[in-house]
């Protein structure tokens, strides 16, 4: 799956888009509220080699975009299906340096429109850390709402902490 918005190229990652993805996940602000910890050196090849394979959306795979603007990887959308029939996940990722700019609307409003035209998808949800705002207000923008917070329900990162589950319908659009 590959295409284009006003401002951006979104398209499987390419082999040459190891360093750009690196400086988005070498953040510690980035990773803060993801299920990992931020990429090191040692294991940025391994992570990033996982980002190449997933290059197609089904059943089994996920499916990982590079959102490029201009001429740099500046985030990574992520899409999988869940055991729910015609039901998506989406996850994403977008560098500090483009914080405020809307790219991250524009990414991910595209990527759900594609979801549901193309690939006929009954529902999309997101899963995110109570604390991770910028990602609850991300969802709100693009006219997901809030159907759950879950109270420490999840152990990540020698913590337990609270969950929101976001959803939304294509006749939500």
């Known amino acids: 799956m590959e295409f284009t918005t006003e401002r951006l190229t979104i398209r499987p990652f390419k082999s040459t888009d190891l360093q750009d993805v690196f400086a988005i ?97 009954h529902r999309i949800q997101a899963n995110l850390d109570a604390r991770n705002t910028a990602s609850q207000k991300l969802c709100e923008r693009i006219g997901m709402r809030k159907e759950a917070h879950f109270i420490q329900n999840y152990w990540n990162k020698n913590e337990w902490t609270d969950s929101l589950v976001y959803g939304m319908l294509s006749s939500d659009l």
């Open 25 to 121: 996940y070498n953040d510690e602000d980035t990773c803060k509220f993801l299920l990992h910890n931020k990429w090191t050196q040692e294991d940025m090849w391994e992570r990033f080699n996982k980002k190449l394979a997933n290059s197609a959306l089904t059943k089994e795979s996920m499916l990982s975009l590079a959102v490029v603007y201009e001429t740099k990887v500046v985030g990574d959308l992520s899409v999988w299906y869940t055991d729910m029939k015609d039901t998506v996940e989406i996850g994403y990722g977008f560098s500090n340096e483009v914080a405020g700019k809307g790219l991250a609307t524009e990414a991910v409003s595209s990527l759900v429109n594609k979801l549901f035209s193309e690939f006929n998808v």
